[in-house]
């Protein structure tokens, strides 16, 4: 196209798309220049600024590695990643909450009721609840993944003083759709701040900070796989976690206990059990499929 301007601009793009584009694509890039060309008008974005701009992104592509993806992290930070987690979470079922890049695969089964906490120090804690449907039916066969940082305040694959899979399990529900395991209370942790997001987070005089966490990932066949953390309501940080994960139906009270009376029945624990310790209850709402 020839003599481009700035209003015409826009549309001389998308118009060189070919008509055989995929129609989902074609939205999306619609929607996307429509925006970015808006946003660079409406700031009058300066040439120095742009390239600014490209040299965070080429710069952000040069930290990333296979475990450490900073365009993710940028996501995160800026709310992209859970805009997207609430658009697709909105129904009956429990809400889903950020991945984070410190899931790994494989992670070893435990029973139901086993002990996760084994020589980890740090506070007991045991949580428990049921995999249902948002009318109360257990959902047998669910497996339940979960994953959580040490008393450091690290995760396993960042920490070569953890064994592997420390703090990792993967839980398969009973009939009853019930789950318990003991652990140690995650502690809170900052957000890897040490290239260009952290620079972007440190401009703009904002904290790396996420409250601590227990991440899960439940899936069931028929139902929709849930990603998602549960919090403690008493964190310091639920105010203001630098990758807004947290939702209202994600803060649990974590309830003190100081009697060994207080552990359910059929924990593995007993041995293993520091004072005072904590119980969390948590069910699961998965919604189906075709919700
Ligand atoms: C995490 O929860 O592990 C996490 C999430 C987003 C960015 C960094 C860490
Ligand atoms: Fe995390």
Avoid at 74 to 102: C, N, R, Y
Avoid at 197 to 205: N, R
Avoid at 226 to 240: A, H, I, N
Wanted: aromatic share 8%; glycine share 8%.
């Amino acid at each position: 196209m020839k003599n481009v301007s700035i209003d015409t601009l826009t549309d001389a793009v998308l118009g060189y798309c070919g008509k055989d584009t995929d129609p989902r694509l074609m939205q999306l890039l619609d929607g996307l220049l429509n925006h970015m060309h808006a946003f660079a008008k409406e700031t009058k974005l300066t040439h120095a600024e742009w390239l600014t701009a490209v040299e965070f992104l080429g710069r952000i592509g040069d930290i990333s590695t296979p475990t450490r993806n900073e365009y993710v992290l940028l996501s995160d930070v800026t709310g992209l990643s859970s805009l997207v987690d609430m658009i697709g979470s909105q129904h009956a079922g429990t809400s889903s909450s950020v991945l984070g890049p410190f899931h790994i695969l494989g992670a070893p089964d435990l029973p139901v009721g086993g002990d996760l906490k084994q020589d980890n120090d740090g506070a007991t804690v045991i949580v428990k609840g049921r995999v249902r449907t948002p009318d109360g039916t257990p959902i047998k066969g669910a497996v339940i993944e979960s994953w959580q940082t040490a008393d450091s305040g690290l995760y396993s694959n960042v920490d070569e003083t953890q064994d592997d899979y420390n703090l990792r399990c993967s839980i398969k529900v009973g009939d009853d759709g019930a789950y318990s395991f003991s652990s140690i209370r995650p502690a809170p942790y900052m957000v890897p701040d040490d290239g260009p997001v952290g620079d972007l987070l440190h401009a703009t005089g904002r904290d790396a900070w996420r409250p601590s966490h227990f991440h899960f990932i439940v899936v069931a066949q028929g139902y929709k796989s849930l990603v998602t953390e549960v919090f403690p309501s008493d964190d310091p940080y639920l105010d203001k976690d630098a990758v807004f994960g947290v939702r209202e139906d994600l803060i649990m009270n974590y309830v003190e206990r100081t009697s060994l009376d207080d552990v359910p029945d059929g924990l593995a624990i007993d041995r293993n059990v520091t004072m005072p310790f904590y119980t969390v209850d948590f069910d699961f709402v998965l919604v189906p499929d075709e919700a």
